[in-house]
């Protein structure tokens, strides 16, 4: 599954953060994230013991993009164009 904000404010205009997380063969849980303009860049992977830890750290991460401006694409537009 992925989240994806977006920032539409700014300098940042145009910039998105990507959340992709799952279970990967081995049944441990992994949480990529990914930044850029166009085309992303992963910037940080972690690999978790529970799925508390994966709300815990979302958790965080969602609130700092928040600060800087940064939208849930799937609430300020529509899924299919």
């Known amino acids: 599954m992925q989240i ?3 920032n539409y ?8 953060v990507k959340y992709e997380f799952g279970t990967d063969l081995f ?12 085309k992303g860049k992963l910037v940080d992977r ?3 013991n ?7 750290v979302l ?3 969602i609130y700092k993009r928040e600060v800087e ?13």
């Open 4 to 6: 994806r904000l977006e």
């Open 9 to 16: 404010t700014g300098n940042r205009k145009g910039r998105f």
């Open 27 to 38: 049944g441990q849980i992994y949480l990529d994230k990914i930044k850029g303009r166009e």
């Open 46 to 48: 972690w690999v978790l």
């Open 50 to 56: 529970d799925f508390g830890s994966l709300f815990r």
């Open 59 to 61: 958790d965080l991460e």
């Open 69 to 81: 401006n940064y939208e849930n694409t799937l609430t300020t537009r529509p899924a299919f164009r």
